[in-house]
T-cell receptor, first 111, second 113 residues
């Protein structure tokens, strides 16, 4: 099993640009979680989906952030427009039973 | 408010020097407590899930225990390859929670040869 796949692994962009992060779940898992990790705030849940339906998006910082799950195995997290304070590592995780399995993350730097 | 606090923030050990990491939590009905290991530049790697007070889980040199207020991750005779950040997370119970984890800030462990 390839595990959770995220792309790109690194992204450098300028303030105001649109950023799209991608995540492919582990086959057979039906829940997907998007997290953001910073030194100051640690790991924070942004949004999660169950069977392609968004369940809790209370962690999404503001309207600039949006997430979609167009099918059972794939999700995107979009930031538009991006700001320097969005710089962080973004992880997605897929869940089997009660356990979440994390991807390798996307390191985002907004200049 | 559900909260997780880990201590110490950082821990330096000599190879073979056993120690414990602490995870204190307040949560409205514990559904599960999770331990993860995170290496630099990588995503958290699942280690253990504990569900009820008194439960213990072991994997190689690691042993996790759970009480009603805290969990310990005991590291016996650590090796340099055990160096990593160890994260603790809790999932609250109740019908309103369908998987959300609340993470602590982590303990960064360094094991010197």
């Amino acid at each position: 099993d390839a595990g959770v796949i995220q792309s790109p692994r690194h992204e450098v962009t300028e303030m105001g640009q649109e950023v799209t992060l991608r995540c492919k779940l582990i086959s057979g898992h039906n829940s997907l979680f998007w997290y953001r990790q910073t030194m100051m705030r640690g790991l924070e849940l942004l949004i999660y989906f169950n069977n392609n339906v968004p369940i809790d998006d209370s962690g999404m910082p503001e309207d600039r952030f949006s997430a979609k799950m167009p099918n059972a195995s794939f999700s995107t997290l979009k930031i538009q427009p991006s700001e320097p304070r969005d710089s962080a590592v973004y992880f997605c995780a897929s869940r089997q039973a009660e356990t979440q399995y994390f991807g390798p993350g996307t390191r985002l730097l907004v200049l | 408010e559900d909260q997780v606090t880990q201590s110490p923030e950082a821990l330096r050990l000599q190879e073979g020097e056993s120690s414990s990491l602490n995870c204190s939590y307040t949560v409205s009905g514990l559904r599960g407590l999770f331990w993860y290991r995170q290496d630099p530049g990588k995503g958290p790697e699942f280690l253990f899930t504990l569900y009820s007070a008194g439960e213990e889980k072991e994997k190689e040199r690691l042993k996790a225990t759970l009480t009603k207020k805290e969990s310990f991750l005991h590291i016996t005779a650590p090796k340099p390859e055990d160096s990593a950040t160890y994260l603790c997370a809790v999932q609250a119970g109740g019908s309103s929670n369908t998987g959300k984890l609340i993470f602590g800030q982590g303990t960064t462990l360094q094991v010197k040869p």
